[in-house]
């Protein structure tokens, strides 16, 4: 059992033996290391419950708890404070047990569920852009969490293929190429196998023809028009949908690659396109769905809603089918045929509105029953050194490819600049900087809050020192290269003996703390207590290393200890890492 509980345990048990709440024992880890190693503040509460000064009732507690060979001291500090002191061998044991243990003190959860991560998402005809970072970096990350602690994890990143866009642009290259088969109806096949459009055309062409819909209503409508024949199965326009939606796909692949990112299922709007007609059928049916001005909606409103939220739209005046359609026969497909009891949607908080919309629609239809979790993770804006969202020098959206290139050329130059890698061929050198660019470019977002927006600081996130992910990657590398100098001299870790200096016990101390740090990140869904905790722990091993000289120890049975240490901090250190995504080269 993890420290923390185990303590928990010991001072709830005494708040037992008062007859008072056993919860009351929950402990903290001491806000100041001369309060002890952990603080209870459960006295307070249950003052109120007993009709007792807090202090009396702390000091009660104080006097139980004290016996427990666990405790070194204990003491009452303010309105009634209990600090405890771990004991020293206790310690020791707690940490010898987990250089054993392949999960690090963190248990596997035991209610294990299936979770769907929906996240990444970008759309047919637009090349990756800084607008998927943040959803691709923090999803992955969530999803990484969720696996560790022993969920099936479910990776989709949901791409949207099924929208207006795309008939926007069928009507566009019609335009530019009437003469193409894809848009004769009498055209009986087969299609050319070769793409009439690449990823550059469709980029092109696809902001010129929104500006265009944009300005002029019989554009928008012929686009609409396109769009529901598409759905409704159009061949010519499935065949060239077809090219479209591969072209994009396989550019995008190659950015979640270059990322370090991958999915179990690549499914899309598309993929639910066979559900859909059913699932209306019988929204009509149960009298969910109705007819409003032409379209077919369900209204999701509520008698205590403080806004308006307006009807999820099923199908447009049209016939066509929309982003929340295809959202809400996905939660179906996800929920019957996936057995998904979690669904966790990773996308920017703009789109809180369209969600709060989708889940009132499952929830009132019963697509999600009351047992199936489904969560907007949002999260803010990745803004440039202006306060606004992040953009070219020129004024443009920043491709996905161009900021991993312009990360890894200022790795590139840290690595010179900090004489790192000097020496390695140009293969390994050029690989550790891409390593070392990306793990800037993950670090520096998630530490941040994920639903706070933050400036992209190339400078600082590429730095070796401070908070930063190549900070933590080069002290990992650090790490492994003390293990390998000690191995070359025949010194190998050992058991744990119990602390004998101030910096070996708190790096022991903060050891112990892993299961509460990945615990809270479940919970919150939230990386970035991950990467705090992870740069904390570097620097408690920092000044534990400047302070015990390992290789010089003359007392062979501290000295295999302290290796202990640092290959558990090691470990430590690179499941952290490896749960934000981020890679530690063997060397540097
Ligand atoms: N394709 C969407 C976009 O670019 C993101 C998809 C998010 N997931 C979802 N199930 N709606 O905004």
Redesign the pocket.
């Known amino acids: 059992m993890p420290l923390r509980a185990h303590l928990s345990g010991i001072v709830g048990d005494a708040f037992a033996s008062l007859g008072l709440d056993r919860g009351l024992g929950e402990v903290v880890p001491a806000t100041r290391p001369e309060f002890g190693d952990f603080q209870c503040n459960g006295a307070m509460a249950a003052a109120k419950a007993a009709g007792r000064p807090p202090r009396e009732i702390a000091a009660e507690i104080a006097e139980i708890v004290g016996r427990a060979p666990e405790v070194a001291a204990v003491d009452v500090a303010g309105p009634g404070f209990i600090n405890l002191t771990v004991a020293d061998h206790h310690l020791g044991s707690e940490v010898d047990a987990l250089t054993r243990d392949e999960r690090l003190g963190v248990p596997p959860t035991d209610r294990p569920e299936t979770v769907v991560v ?1 996240y990444g ?3 047919v005809a637009k090349p990756m852009h800084v607008g ?1 970072l943040r ?1 691709t970096i923090i999803g992955d990350s969530v999803a990484r969490i969720f696996d560790f602690v022993g969920h099936r994890v479910i990776r989709d990143p ?3 293929d099924w929208g207006l866009q795309m008939g926007m642009l069928i009507v566009e290259l019609q335009r530019r190429r009437p003469d193409l088969p894809y848009f004769d109806p009498d055209f009986t096949g087969p299609y050319p196998e070769e793409p009439p459009v690449t990823l550059d055309d469709l980029q092109e062409m696809y902001p010129e023809v929104a500006a265009r819909c944009a300005d002029d209503p019989e554009w928008a409508a012929k686009a609409r028009r396109a769009t529901v024949e598409l759905q409704q199965g159009r061949p010519g326009y499935r065949a060239l949908w077809e090219h479209m939606v591969r072209v994009s796909q396989e550019s995008q692949r190659r950015d979640f690659a270059d990322l370090g990112v991958t999915f179990d299922v690549w499914y899309s709007e598309s993929t639910v396109h066979d559900r859909v007609g059913p699932m209306i059928e019988r929204l009509r049916r149960d009298g969910f769905a109705e007819e409003s001005e032409g379209a077919l909606i369900i209204r999701v409103d509520r008698p205590d809603d403080t806004r308006e939220i307006p009807p999820l739209i099923l199908v447009t005046t049209d016939g066509g089918y929309l ?1 929340g359609t295809t ?1 809400l026969a ?1 939660i179906e497909m996800r929920v019957q045929d996936m057995g998904a009891r979690l669904i966790l ?1 990773v ?2 908080a703009r ?1 809180s509105d ?1 969600f709060e919309q989708v889940f009132r629609a499952a929830r009132k239809t019963g697509i999600a029953p009351a047992d199936v979790g489904l969560e907007h993770i949002r999260f803010g804006t990745m803004n440039g050194p202006d306060g606004k969202p992040f953009k070219t020098r020129e004024g443009g959206v920043v491709r996905l490819r161009d900021l991993i290139e312009m990360v890894t050329a200022a790795a590139e130059r840290r690595l010179e600049e900090a004489d790192i890698a000097r020496d390695y061929r140009a293969e390994e050198r050029s690989r550790i900087a891409r390593q070392v660019g990306l793990a800037a470019l993950k670090f520096g977002d998630l530490i941040n809050n994920r639903v706070s927006d933050y400036v992209f600081d190339l400078d600082r996130f590429t730095s070796f020192e401070g908070k930063t992910g190549p900070y933590l990657q080069y002290g990992a590398v650090r790490i492994q290269s003390i293990l390998r100098n000690a191995a070359a001299r025949g010194m190998e870790p050992g058991p744990i003996v119990p602390p004998s200096v101030d910096a070996e016990r708190t790096l022991m101390l903060w050891l112990t703390r892993l299961p509460d740090v990945v615990a809270r990140a479940l919970d919150l869904r939230a990386p970035n207590g991950v990467a705090e905790f992870a740069y904390d722990l570097t620097s408690v091993f920092n000044r534990f290393y400047e302070r015990c000289h390992i290789l010089g120890e003359e007392d062979p049975a501290r000295r295999a200890s302290w290796l202990s240490l640092v290959r558990l901090t090691l470990d430590e250190l690179s499941l952290l890492l490896g749960l934000l995504g981020i890679d530690v080269p063997d060397r540097m």
Do not use: E, K
Request: aromatic share 18%; no cysteine; charged share 20%.
């Open positions: 929906d998402g970008p759309n998927h959803a949901h791409f949207g982003y959202d996905t949607y996308v920017d789109q369209h």
